[in-house]
Structure formats: structure tokens, C-alpha cells
């Protein structure tokens, strides 16, 4: 069996940067860190980060007062931000940067007295905290996730409009709304640069890649992380043989794998690159003649930097 492994996969700057920047929390405070939701969506990182001393929360107000609050990688609403501050919690921001763009850009339409049209995932974290940018009271900024959605749109004036993207969906998927957006509303913003994140669209590309050659792919990623859902959705959609699974402990419930001639490897921008190796090895331990190749993918170099008040004390 030949085995295909995408690039790149796995991690990517803005998880990194968030994880180091609870365990760079830990050394400094020690435990308890409060994190504000998971601090990136997979079962493993919370499981190790938990057995440190981090407590992941969704209700503010259970915080006790003073303590370190972590705000996670997919951002949190201007409410939440408030209400740390009237607890007196000492705060570390670990939104990811190309969240943070979002955020600016939802801010600067409550700000200018423009409605907003976000494209989402209803009730996931980075969809509140970014709709939780828009606070003005006398426009609107609207959640649509389909085709459905924009129809039922009303807005009040369309020569006054943006539009944004949740950082961790397809192409696939925000295409074919953008386009029927722009058939009614001719005069809507979008952003100058795409919302969806690099990592996102890397990942994407290699996937498809690993498409034309494999006649299976495994995703490997936790079920509620939206990039590896995303990966999971482009490849169910094109391919018969096509699961997502969260660690090497499923490879013995895929009925087909003994099927199929060549697997693809993919993995969300999410799950550490531990768990990829455990799922590569598994699959391999059952025939040692496998071929395992490497794919020629995109060359990520990007970093995020630490936030000031963090680096400052990690210098010390």
C-alpha cells in the first residue's frame, strides 16, 4: 500500500502561539489558567494542557476573581472582554492574529454605521466572540451559513454593507453564497485580503492534491474542529473511501482500509503532530511493506508573535 502524506498538516502558527502561550502562563503563575472555551479545538491538547493545571470554562462568571483568564485562539466577544475586566482578572490575549483582522474589520463596520454579513458556523467560538465586535445598537450584523441564509436576509440599506468570513471554512463552501451576496447586493464590501486564514487555505490545497492520487483519505483532527471538519467535507465529496477520526485508537473500525491500494494523511491545523505519527504508524504496522512519501506542499514560515506583556515576562 502506498501511503501519501499531505503538506503541510497539523499545526499551525496561531494554534502554536496560543499553547505556548498557556504553558509560558503556567511556568509564570502557576496553576490554575483559566482558559475561555478550549484554547484550540482537539480532545489531546486539552487533555494534556487539563493534567498541567488549566481549567477550561465557558461561564465567566464561575471565575474567581483575580485569577488568570486565558482568552482562546478563536477570540471572544467585547462583552466577555468587559466582564474580565469588571472581575479583575489579569488578562492574556490569545486570539490568533487572523482573527483578530476579522474582529477589526466587524469593528470598524459597528464604528462606521454599515450592517455586517458574517458567513459561519452558528454557536462556534470564533463566530460569537467575531460577531461580538458589532455594537451598534441601530444597525445589524447578520450570521448566515447557506444559499437559504441570504435569502431571508433583510437589510435596511444595501449601499451600506460588508461582508466577513469565519477564518476556518472553504472555499467550496463560501463560494456559491459570496456569489448569490453580490447578485442582490451588488454594492457589498468585502475585504481586500480573503478572511479565511493561510493555514486553512494551505491545507485545503494539499488535501486536493492527495485527492488525485489516493483512492482513500484520512483526516485526522477532533469532530467539532472546524478546519479539519472542512478537510473532512472536501474529501467525503470526492472520494468514496473518506473519514475523520481523532486518533490512531479508530484505524481498527475502518472497514475499507484493506481495501484501498493508497491512503492520504491529512490533519487539521489543530491536532499535534504526535497523533499524526501514532495514525501513520498504525496503518503501517499492519503491512510492513507499505510506501510511505512525503508530499511537496506550501512552505510555512509564518510566526506570530507573543503578546507584549507575555514576552516581557518570558524575557525576565
Same mark, same amino acid.
Given at each position: ?115 455586517? @454579513?458574517?458567513?459561519?458556523? #452558528? $454557536? &462556534? ?5 467575531? /460577531?461580538? *465586535?458589532? %455594537?451598534? =445598537?441601530?444597525? !445589524? ?75 482513500? @483519505?484520512?483526516?485526522?483532527? #477532533? $469532530? &467539532? ?5 472542512? /478537510?473532512? *467535507?472536501? %474529501?467525503? =465529496?470526492?472520494? !468514496? ?76
Amino acid at each position: 500500500m502506498n501511503i501519501f502524506l499531505a503538506n503541510p498538516r497539523g499545526f499551525c502558527a496561531g494554534v502554536k502561539r496560543a499553547i505556548n502561550i498557556v504553558i509560558i502562563a503556567l511556568k509564570t503563575y502557576g496553576k490554575p489558567i483559566y482558559v475561555n472555551h478550549e484554547i484550540v479545538h482537539n480532545t489531546h491538547v486539552i487533555k494534556n494542557l487539563e493534567s498541567m493545571g488549566v481549567i477550561f470554562n465557558k461561564n465567566i462568571n464561575s471565575i474567581p476573581e483575580g485569577s488568570i483568564l486565558i482568552f482562546s485562539a478563536h477570540g471572544t466577544s467585547k462583552y466577555i472582554y468587559k466582564k474580565a475586566i469588571e472581575k479583575k482578572l489579569k488578562i492574556i490575549d490569545a486570539t490568533c492574529p487572523l482573527v483578530k483582522k476579522v474582529h477589526k474589520e466587524v469593528s470598524y463596520a459597528s464604528k462606521s454605521n454599515f450592517e455586517a @454579513i458574517l458567513i459561519g458556523t #452558528s $454557536k &462556534h467560538p470564533e463566530t460569537e466572540g467575531t /460577531l461580538g *465586535q458589532y %455594537t451598534n =445598537k441601530n444597525k !445589524k450584523i447578520y450570521l448566515i451559513e447557506s444559499i437559504r441564509d441570504v435569502l431571508k436576509l433583510k437589510i435596511r440599506n444595501p449601499k451600506k454593507l460588508m461582508l466577513m468570513t469565519q477564518t476556518t471554512l472553504s472555499f467550496e463552501k463560501i463560494n456559491p453564497i459570496i456569489k448569490k451576496l453580490y447578485k442582490i447586493y451588488p454594492k457589498i464590501i468585502k475585504p481586500k485580503k480573503s478572511d479565511i486564514c493561510y493555514a486553512t487555505i494551505n491545507r485545503q490545497i494539499a488535501v486536493k492534491n492527495l485527492l488525485k492520487i489516493s483512492d482513500s @483519505i484520512i483526516v485526522v483532527g #477532533s $469532530k &467539532h474542529s472546524s478546519n479539519s471538519n472542512q /478537510l473532512f *467535507q472536501i %474529501t467525503k =465529496k470526492k472520494i !468514496k473511501y473518506s473519514i475523520l477520526i481523532d486518533s490512531e485508537k479508530e484505524i481498527n473500525n475502518i472497514k475499507w482500509i484493506e481495501k484501498v491500494e493508497s491512503i492520504g494523511i491529512t490533519a487539521g491545523a489543530s491536532t499535534p503532530n504526535t497523533i499524526i505519527e501514532k495514525v501513520i504508524q498504525k496503518i503501517n504496522n499492519k503491512n510492513k511493506k507499505n510506501k510511505i512519501q512525503e508530499m511537496v506542499g506550501i512552505q510555512e514560515n509564518i510566526k506570530f508573535h507573543l503578546p507584549k506583556d507575555l514576552k516581557k515576562l518570558k524575557c525576565g
